[in-house]
């Protein structure tokens, strides 16, 4: 009895699928242009989207290690650059001796900072202070309206996890601040309809290839690095794609050192288990 | 009970006689997981993986214990408590919030191992059916908390996640949105939701950890199968649990650890998604909604039903889907061979492959876009899942002519042949 009904409702469920399956085909097959690999039709996205290219950044891979020089070089392009828009909400000033600098140092960052919200302890209005290391780093816009009505009615994406909330991690932020172009000839003949929109900018990197954002590295020499690396638009988009590669993960040296702390050791006891084990069974086939 | 040959547990020491008298829980270990519990020789190793989801559930309760320390259940804070102070401030809470999620992921790894080894040496037939559905019931009860947990962190996919799955419930006919609204104690998934999937991500740990001991005991009572599906017929064809298996079990947990080492440390992200980085947007629905991998495989059939037919579309998905897992209550029934290991069962065995290929297939389909030629593949092997279960399997264990049996375990020990797996069986012909 049991398999009687189990058969039926496995034929049942077989032919229901068997119409949607007859149904999906047919669809596929009396589309005009059938794409049978990504349902929607081919357009500007499917056919000039690229896939980041490799950033070459130190702490990729499971050897990975920051080039502290670097990260500094790419927190000076988020200061003087970035920060005009962007949040980095997760940071705090004291996470900076990740980077290298001394407690001191850290103080004089902080301070450098007057416009942390606080309350006047007089009169109780809202005001602004200067910044301790304790502090995290201010919003750049007030709340998200603010954004919106500055930027061209897009919010400025907060950027401390930029690097791993993203496919592609720092390479797709590498890729997209070198990536802006005019749009290709090619693209234009073949979808006059996906020509960019004014207030938007072409960027075949970005997923529907208009992105809000106006190039922010423009120009060489756009900020005056101070340990002699030449201020390319290609090193100061790699320099803060390292930087925020350490804002979204931290601890990846840490991580990394316990790991192989921890698959040595783990290794090591189980070749012990393994031999216990084969001792313990020695005398008993098996 | 026990075979007559078991080990007896005999305190030596004066307070060990003493608390055995008063509550003999020493005594109870010992037959359970200690000497006093007669195993086949011949275990593979694919049987250290009960041990093994047992071990993964030991981390996420105390990796899950530490975070709840100081995860906020709150709506507006939630993303940030667990980005902003587990990920930064915490001491080692980075460790202890990708331990916590990748130690999922090795525990579904775990489970469908433990699943489908049970599956191809009919780990589920008489005498222990029970067994088999207690252990369907932690399967659904670790889906649930999975879910509930991904949700926890308040990502852009926890959130439409949430939605997408509750969504399930608005597919019944007439009360669903009732029932979904009821659920989330919302129009959709807000603090309400949020709180009461904290409260249950905590409590089903507890629920999951109980119903782990019915299975054991379940299991003690005929005791454990074996890669010959032949019964145990005298002491020469066991040796005590302790300490043979907790040593095989020792190296089989060192290996375990190794590979979640690996994944902890050096690629904690590689079973994630990119958009739970972004904190819950719910007026920016992600371009594809995916579940973590797990699900992807059902995720597969609930989307390959595309066409009404009598019952909406979506209701056909969400029954099949639910139908995929609640079949196997049912598996016991249906394979009616009184032979249990398909070493000895050719066409059972031929089927039981495809089955694997189908199941991952459909996961690959389940974790891609819902483009044509996916859901085509995915409506071919969702179909081929139930006729699997529902059909074949049945039809099989009708007609199928079985190779010998060994007449006992020891003796297919000695002719090289008692712990046989899957793949050595599958090379040899």
Known sequence: MVRWIAALVGLAFAGVLAIALVITVWGVASDSTPKIWTGAPKSAETEFHKHPRDAGLSSAGVFGKFDKQQLQRGFQVYKEVCSACHSLKYVAFRDLTGLGYSEGQVKAIAAGFDNIPSINPDTGEAATRKGVPADHFPLAFANDIAARAANNNAIPPDLSYMTRARHGGADYVYSLLTGYQDQPAALLKEFPEAKTPTGLHFNPYFANLNIAMPPPLKSEGQVQYSDGTKPTVDNMARDVAAFLVWTADPNLETRHQYGFMAVIFLLFSSLLAFGAYRNIWRDVKH | ?429
């Open chain 2, 1 to 429: 009970m026990s075979f007559p040959w078991a080990n007896h547990y005999e305190p030596k020491q004066p307070f060990m006689r003493w608390l055995d008298e008063k509550l003999p829980l020493p005594r109870l270990a010992y037959n359970a997981v200690g000497a006093g519990y007669p195993v086949p020789r011949n275990l593979n190793y694919f049987w250290n993986f009960g041990v093994l989801a047992g071990a993964a559930l030991a981390i996420q309760i105390v990796t899950g214990i530490v975070l709840a320390m100081h995860y906020h259940s709150d709506a507006a804070t939630a993303f940030s408590s667990i980005n902003g102070t587990i990920m930064r401030d915490v001491n080692a809470g980075w460790f202890l919030r990708y331990a916590h999620a990748n130690g999922a992921s090795m525990f579904f790894i775990v489970v469908y191992i433990h699943i489908f080894r049970g599956l191809y040496y009919g780990s589920y037939k008489a005498p222990r059916e029970m067994v088999w559905l207690l252990g369907v019931v932690i399967f659904l009860l670790m889906m649930a908390t999975a879910f509930m947990g991904y949700v926890l962190p308040w990502g852009q996919m926890s959130f439409w996640g949430a939605q997408v799955i509750t969504g399930f419930f608005s597919a019944i006919p007439g009360i669903g949105e009732t029932i979904r609204v009821w659920l989330l104690g919302g129009y959709a998934p807000d603090d309400a939701a949020l709180n009461r999937f904290f409260s249950l991500h905590y409590l089903l740990p507890f629920v999951i950890a109980a119903v782990i001991i019915l299975h054991i005991w379940a299991l003690h009572i005929p005791g454990s199968g074996n890669p010959t599906g032949v019964d145990v017929k005298g002491e020469q064809d066991t040796v005590p649990f302790h300490p043979y298996y907790t040593a095989k079990d020792g190296f089989g947990l060192g290996v375990f650890l190794l590979l979640f080492a690996a994944l902890v440390f050096f690629f904690p992200d590689m079973l994630g998604h990119p958009d739970n980085y972004i904190a819950a947007n719910p007026l920016q629905t992600p371009a594809h909604i995916v579940p973590e991998w797990y699900f992807w495989p059902f995720y597969a059939i609930l989307r390959s039903f595309t066409s009404d037919f009598i019952l909406p579309a979506k209701l056909w998905g969400v029954l099949a889907m639910f139908g995929s897992i609640l079949l196997l209550f049912f598996l016991p029934w249906l394979d009616s061979s009184p032979i249990r290991s398909n070493n000895y069962r050719p066409k059972a065995r031929t089927a039981f492959w495809v089955l694997v290929l189908d199941v991952l297939i459909l996961g690959y389909c389940g974790g891609s876009p819902a483009d044509p030629a996916y859901v085509i593949v995915a409506q071919v092997c969702s179909a081929y899942y139930f006729l699997h279960f529902l059909v074949i399997l049945p039809w099989i264990a009708r007609t199928e002519r079985p190779v010998a049996l060994p007449n006992s375990i020891t003796e297919a020990v000695l002719a090289g042949k008692g712990g046989t797996s899957p793949a050595e069986t599958a090379l040899a012909h």
